[in-house]
């Protein structure tokens, strides 16, 4: 009756020599640590670091960075969702779900230094690792919580400018953050003008039932396509005329000097048209059936519109 | 008198099997009330698994004890009967519960246990009383007693494997929790009025 355990060690087992067969020579294995919630990777080549969670590390990379510039976002999408700062009207407060080697906060906090931010990590180890390997130092003004992104969210009363939520755990988003509950909670928490960010993978049906519950919670959510992964930043209120984001962007890019420029990102922007997915709820989030579901590839664009 | 008492064996084991297949179908289940609250990690796995296992321990000796002293399938249907009360109602008060709960005792292993714990204790406990009853009603010699628990628990644990198999791989991506919760305690409290309804029956011969 108790099989799940057994089948899970034997998955591993089964897949741990394949795993050490696929990396290629160049990559080495720098550290490997199984932790409460995933097997975590970090790999080293030459000037790279990299750090992936579960079996596949081709598909599963959660963070990467180059040695010899710390401050690059090498990840495309985590430059896409860097954009959230351009909307709100201030910017206070930033609040990221899933730090990863913490690439993105730490691009933000150098770039944004009177803005407090707070990244929530579920894995106490991928705080560690991010420390170890990926030069995250936690200051003042750039701190993080070991909990679970909802709970979090649950227990702390405070408003956010942005939040920005990029919670995969190899492959997947746990349901309990991907439902129409979860988005409503995330919206009680942000201040007014606020923002959510959300990384979506775009290749399966999960796409668009996860932009379908966006939009079921957030009546505007425009989107930018990240070369593999698609950002979604939804808000309240009524679509932002093209006019008016660019030119919110290129106060805050002038204002901040940012190295990945806000107005060249908000030209990429496509709006949700026609919603195409299931909205998702507590009830019924079948995330890993959806995800098993694959769609050719840039179908997602075709329920997306020109913004004007 | 002979196929009377195949029909009877055949009546226990089928019921064997849906209980077994409806207990595990909660323990899936649970997890999807508990992730919003207490998150999705192993923690809130092993609470559940525990939880469960606690219920069948407390299930099988109340079971033995009550079957020993009344051999009454009408007892049996009767719990089973409240445990799938207790089931059906688990919608209409879970998120207040565990809003609480998130306040009260907050979300580490003492929240996490209390959640699981007052989703599913008592009704798993309720319905695992089965198990010995089967045993103990068929058993009418000694000298086939060690195969007739091997069966009545094969079959039961057969239940537990379907039901967690078709539960999540079949049933959760076409169904909401609730409707699911709904459905499977419908099929306990349908078990337990077969097991009232045929009291006499289910007796056999030593009625």
């Known amino acids: ?308 | 008198m002979k196929s009377h008492s195949l029909l009877r064996g055949f009546v226990l084991f089928a019921l064997a099997l849906v209980l077994g297949f409806a207990l595990m179908g909660f323990e899936m289940l649970g997890s999807r009330y508990l992730y919003p609250y207490f998150g999705g990690g192993i923690n809130t796995w092993a609470s559940l698994i525990a939880t469960v296992l606690v219920a069948l321990m407390l299930g099988y000796l109340l079971g033995g004890a009550l079957v020993d002293r009344t051999l009454s399938p009408r007892l049996c249907g009767l719990l089973l009967i409240v445990a799938g009360g207790y089931l059906m109602s688990i919608p209409l008060w879970v998120d207040a519960l565990f809003d609480w709960t998130l306040r009260a005792i907050g979300d580490d292993m003492a929240g996490i246990i209390f959640g699981a714990t007052t989703l599913l204790l008592l009704p798993l406990t309720l319905m695992s009383v089965f198990t010995p009853f089967a045993v103990r009603l068929l058993l009418t010699s000694v000298s086939y007693g060690g195969r007739l628990v091997g069966v009545v628990y094969g079959i039961s644990t057969i239940g537990n494997v379907l039901g967690t198999l078709v539960t999540v791989f079949a049933f959760m991506p076409m169904f909401g929790s609730r409707a699911l919760t709904m459905v499977f305690a419908a099929v306990t409290i349908g078990c337990g009025a077969v097991m009232v309804l045929c009291d006499r029956f289910l007796r056999g011969a030593e009625a």
């Open chain 1, 1 to 308: 009756m108790r099989s799940g355990a057994a089948w899970g060690s034997a998955l591993v087992v089964v897949l741990l020599p394949w795993l050490a067969a696929s990396l290629s020579a160049a990559e080495k294995l720098l550290e490997k640590r199984e932790s409460l919630y995933n097997n975590i990777f970090i790999f080293g080549d030459g000037d790279t670091v990299t750090m992936t969670f579960g079996q596949n590390k081709r598909y599963y990379t959660e963070s990467s960075m180059k040695l010899s510039d710390p401050g690059a976002l090498t990840v495309d999408y985590t430059r896409l969702m860097t954009l959230g700062i351009a909307y709100p009207p201030k910017l206070e407060r930033i609040l990221e779900i899933g730090l990863g080697g913490g690439r993105t906060v730490s691009y933000l906090s150098a770039a944004l230094p009177d803005t407090a931010i707070l990244a929530v990590e579920l894995d106490k180890e991928v705080v560690d690792l991010a420390k170890k390997y990926f030069r995250f130092k936690e200051t003042a003004k750039l701190r993080t919580v070991v909990s679970d992104g909802r709970r979090f969210l649950m227990r702390d009363d405070d408003k956010w400018d942005v939040i920005l939520i990029d919670a995969y755990r190899g492959p997947f988003v746990p349901f309990h953050l991907l439902t129409r509950e979860f988005y409503t909670l995330v919206k009680s928490r942000l201040a007014p003008g606020g923002v959510v960010v959300q990384n979506i993978e775009p290749s399966t049906m999960l796409f668009d039932s996860a932009t379908a519950t966006l939009r079921s919670v957030f009546p505007s959510v425009d989107l930018y396509d990240g070369g593999g992964n698609v950002v979604a930043i939804g808000y309240e209120g009524p679509t932002l005329r093209q006019n008016e984001l660019l030119a919110r962007a290129a106060r805050v890019q002038e204002r901040y000097n940012l190295r990945y420029d806000l107005r060249t990102i908000a030209a990429g922007r496509r709006l949700l048209g026609r919603v195409a997915g299931k909205v998702m709820t507590d009830d019924f989030a079948p995330v890993e059936t959806l995800r098993a579901i694959e769609q050719h590839n840039e179908k997602w664009k075709e329920h997306t519109e020109a913004p004007r």
